[in-house]
């Protein structure tokens, strides 16, 4: 198909420049997730620096995610209202104007306020970006389009604590946010230059609001109140030991009244915030849950293997950005063979081949024990990785198929929100269950740390005669054998809830598996779009 191929409905020209335009929505979104992860390593030089706890700064990361949380499904709403390149250029001078304002803030306070604004322009890049691409490709050409906005996403998360922690070792921690504003500009420039509207999507935005097009203020109002609470519980839940907090609970229900009459409500208005009508497509509805456990994967994963390095090996940090960063790069390398390979096979299989091998990574990083090596782990990464490729553009190519036109918008917006979404409860799950476990586990242990356990009285007695040969007294000698014994106790109880993490991921991931075979048929991505599904 050439540069200037009709569109499949006849009505528009895909335009000539459209890989221009890919790198730069590709480097807008990546550019907006980097952020959700990069200040994560750099939350104790905050607190330091600003007079505040490691608790409070945590907002930081809360605040950000808030905001975007409330804008990601409301995005295609606001395009069709200000069109969608006006919206994307107002996203990235809000995004870059709020980062130059967290870059200089004076207080914690200024600063979680500065992040709330960084993250209601970053919630619309994400995906207009996606919308921008799926209207600027044919169908055919959409894997290869994905791919690039693939390696952004899927990329980012992955060298954000590595590049943060380097950043914030060998320059500040106001370099993380002032490094958005340069890039933003060039951005700008090229957003400005490049990106356009077509014809046919400004006609019917117009004709829209022609025909008395209203806000829904109900709808916006539960969205706002119900993703937010939704998102502080599970941020800050397992922090507040979960509903046993008054604050988590308040939360807690407010979340789910307001999202379940926000799902009551928004079938039923003419122009929805959020247009839930599109989860009778049931390719739209079964991509939405395997995006969801993408994030869910993605982002628990990339948070649960540093904090294995560090806490259960004693890595730094720099050595666990080096662990994990590989496996980002892996991404990047395999991203465009599985966009051609997702014009070539079903995506349901390709699909199925990911999440297989996403999951025997799990089973194979639940293999390991204390005595692992770095090279094992960055292999184990890579392994990972790779099977998580397979995954990200079947997924948002199927999410399309049979959705009409002048709906790519709200689709990139409820798959978009899926993913973080996901990655939040990942996030949340897998550190609740880590503290669980890990109590667990040094409960299970100690009752067998007794003075009639045979090989707790050998080991004592070795270590007392150890610490004695040392030049220590007979009393601290023991008391030194006892310190080391209970710290071998809690070793060996924080590595197996890891064990335990890693499983429970597997598990998830395999059960998966027979729901790809829901899917209807990717083979027919040239149809028209809007055509029954």
Known sequence: MSDTAVAPAGEARYPANRWLIAAVVGLAAFMEVLDISIANVSLSHIAGSLSASQEEATWVLTSYLVANAIVLPVSGWFSQVLGRKRFFVVSIVLFSVASLLCGVAPSLGWLIVFRILQGLG?????????AILADSFPPRQRG????????????????????????????????????NVPVGIVLLILAGALVKDSAAYEAARRAKLADGFRIDYVGFALLALGLGCLQVMLDKGQQNDWFDS????????????????????????????????????????????????????????????????????????????????????????????????????EARWLIAF?????????????????????????????????????????????????????????????????????????????????????????????????????????????????????GASMEAARSQALASIYQLVGEQAQMLAFIDDFWLLGVILAALVPLVFFLGSSKNTDMPEGAAH
């Open 122 to 130: 970053g919630g619309g890049l994400q995906p207009v970006s996606q």
């Open 144 to 179: 290869m389009a994905f791919a690039i906005y693939g390696v952004a996403v899927v990329f980012a998360p992955a060298i954000g604590p590595a590049l943060g922690g380097y950043i914030t070792d060998h320059a500040s921690w106001h370099w993380i946010f002032l490094l």
């Open 246 to 345: 008054h604050f988590i609970l308040a939360n807690g229900v407010i979340a789910a009244l307001c999202l379940g009459a926000l799902i009551c409500w928004e079938p039923f208005q003419k122009h929805p915030i959020m247009d839930l009508r599109l989860f009778r497509f049931s390719n739209f509805a079964f991509a939405n849950v395997l995006m969801f456990m993408l994030g869910f994967v993605l982002l628990g994963s990339t948070l649960l293997i540093p904090q294995f390095v560090q806490s259960a090996l004693g890595y730094t940090s720099t050595l666990a950005g080096l662990v994990i960063s590989p496996g980002g790069f892996a991404i990047v390398l395999m991203m465009p063979v599985v966009g051609f390979l997702s014009n070539k096979l």
């Open 354 to 470: 990911g999440l297989v091998v996403v999951s025997a990574s799990m089973f194979h990083l639940a293999s390991f024990n204390l005595d692992v090596s770095f090279n094992q782990l960055v292999v184990a990464r890579i392994f990972q990785t790779v099977g998580i490729a397979f995954l990200f553009i079947p997924i948002t190519n199927v999410a399309y198929i049979g959705v009409p036109a002048d709906k790519t918008d709200q689709v990139s917006a409820l798959i978009n929100l899926a993913r973080n979404i996901g990655g939040s409860v990942g996030i949340s799950l897998v550190t609740t269950w880590l503290a669980r476990r890990s109590q667990y586990h040094q409960n299970v242990l100690v009752e067998n740390v007794t003075p009639y356990n045979e090989s707790y009285r050998d080991m004592l007695a070795s270590l007392t005669a150890h610490f004695q040969q040392m």
